[in-house]
C-alpha cells in the first residue's frame, strides 16, 4: 500500500486540496508505469490535533455523512481505500467519549465500503487506521477489539517516543526497537516490541498490525556536552531531521556516531547537538523483528523523509526503505 497524506475534514466531508490532488494523480502515473499491484491510499487527519473527527464522529448522521464521502472521494478518485489517523480520541480533551465514537465511526465507515462492494460487484475497499505506541494514550484512546473487527490493519506509529518536555527533558531515541532497562515502569514501555506486542495482547490479530520504522530523526540541545549518553539532561529539542539531513551531520567533523546496542538503533552527537535516528542497521533489525514475530508488515513514515537523491553514501536511494524491502524479500 502507498498511503498519501494528508487530507482534511470539512463539514464532515473528506476535502482534497490541490496538492492532495497533484500527489495522487503523480502516484498513479508511477504505480501504471510499473505495472505495479500497489494499492494506493489517502489518509485523512494527521499531526496531533482533533482536526474535526470529534464533531463528525459525535452523531449518527455526521457518521453517515463521512462515510458517504469516504466512498464518493475514493471513486472520484480511483483510490482503493483510506487511512484514518485522529491523533488522538479523547487524549488530552474532555471529550472523554470519542473513544466510543470513533469505534462508531470505524464501523459505519466499514459499512458502508461493504455494501458498496456488494451493489457494485467490486473487491472491498480498504480501512486502515494510524494508531499511537504509547501506553498512556492506547488505554485511553482506543478499544482494541473493536478494531480488530472494524479496520483491515492498523499503522502503529512506532516513533515518538521521547520528546522534550519540562517534565522530561532528556535525550532519548526516537523509535528503540526494545526498551531500556530502568527504575521507572513506563519508560520500559516506549519501545517497538512493547508497543507491537502490547497492541496484540490487547485483541489486534497480529496480521493486523503494521508495525511502523520512521525515516526522519530528531535532534536536541545537551545540558551538558560531557554527558552523552541516551537519558542524558537536555535543553531543549531543535528539530526533525531526513534521513539526507541526518548524514550530512554524519559526515561532519567532529561528529561522534554511536549505536546502542540494548535499544537497537543508533544516536550522534557533536557539541551540544544530540540526534536520535534510523539507519540501514536498525531498519533491518527491526524488520527482522517484525517478520519472525509474525506482524503483518511495516509501515514507514515517510517516504518523503528518506534519502531521496542518494548522497548517504549507499549507491542508491530510498536506503531505509531498500533495507526493510532486502528483508520482506527473503
Not at 464521502?69 to 481505500?81: R, V
Request: net charge neutral.
Amino acid at each position: 500500500h502507498l498511503i498519501i497524506g494528508f487530507v482534511s475534514i470539512e463539514s464532515n466531508s473528506i476535502k482534497v486540496n490541490a496538492i492532495n490532488d497533484h500527489f495522487i494523480q503523480h502516484c498513479k502515473s508511477v504505480i501504471n508505469l510499473h505495472k505495479s499491484d500497489t494499492q494506493l491510499m489517502i489518509s485523512i487527519g494527521g499531526g496531533n490535533n482533533d482536526n474535526g473527527f470529534h464533531s463528525t464522529a459525535l452523531t449518527p448522521g455526521n457518521r453517515k455523512q463521512f462515510a458517504n464521502s469516504a466512498i464518493n472521494t475514493l471513486l472520484k478518485y480511483g483510490l482503493d481505500g483510506l487511512d484514518i489517523d485522529w491523533e488522538f480520541p479523547g487524549w488530552a480533551t474532555v471529550h472523554y467519549n470519542d473513544k466510543n465514537t470513533f469505534n462508531l465511526l470505524l464501523k459505519e465507515v466499514k459499512q458502508t465500503f461493504r455494501e458498496y462492494s456488494v451493489r457494485s460487484h467490486t473487491k472491498d475497499l480498504v480501512l486502515s487506521v494510524a494508531v499511537a505506541a504509547q501506553y498512556t494514550i492506547i488505554d485511553r484512546s482506543y478499544s482494541a477489539p473493536q478494531l480488530n473487527q472494524y479496520v483491515d490493519f492498523i499503522n502503529l506509529m512506532a516513533y515518538d517516543y521521547y520528546l522534550f518536555h519540562w517534565y522530561l527533558p532528556v535525550v532519548g531515541h526516537n523509535s528503540p526497537l526494545s526498551s531500556r532497562s530502568s527504575r521507572i515502569p513506563l519508560f520500559t514501555t516506549f519501545s517497538t516490541q512493547w508497543s507491537a506486542n502490547h497492541w496484540h495482547q490487547l485483541g489486534v490479530h497480529k496480521s493486523k498490525i503494521m508495525v511502523g520504522i520512521p525515516t526522519y530523526g530528531r535532534s536536541f540541545r545537551l545540558a551538558f556536552r560531557s554527558f552523552t549518553s541516551p537519558g542524558s539532561l537536555a535543553k531543549s529539542s531543535s528539530q526533525d531531521m531526513s534521513y539526507s539531513q541526518i548524514c550530512q551531520f554524519l559526515d561532519t567533523k567532529g561528529t561522534t556516531v554511536a549505536f546502542d546496542e540494548e535499544s537497537g538503533v543508533p544516536y550522534a552527537f557533536r557539541d551540544n547537538t544530540w540526534i536520535t535516528y534510523e539507519s540501514k542497521e536498525s531498519a533491518l533489525k527491526k524488520s527482522t523483528w517484525i517478520r519472525d514475530n509474525g506482524f503483518g508488515g511495516v509501515m514507514t513514515f515517510s517516504l518523503n523523509a528518506d534519502d531521496l537523491t542518494g548522497q548517504c553514501h549507499h549507491n542508491h536511494s530510498f536506503p531505509i526503505h531498500h533495507a526493510i524491502n532486502s528483508v520482506a524479500k527473503q
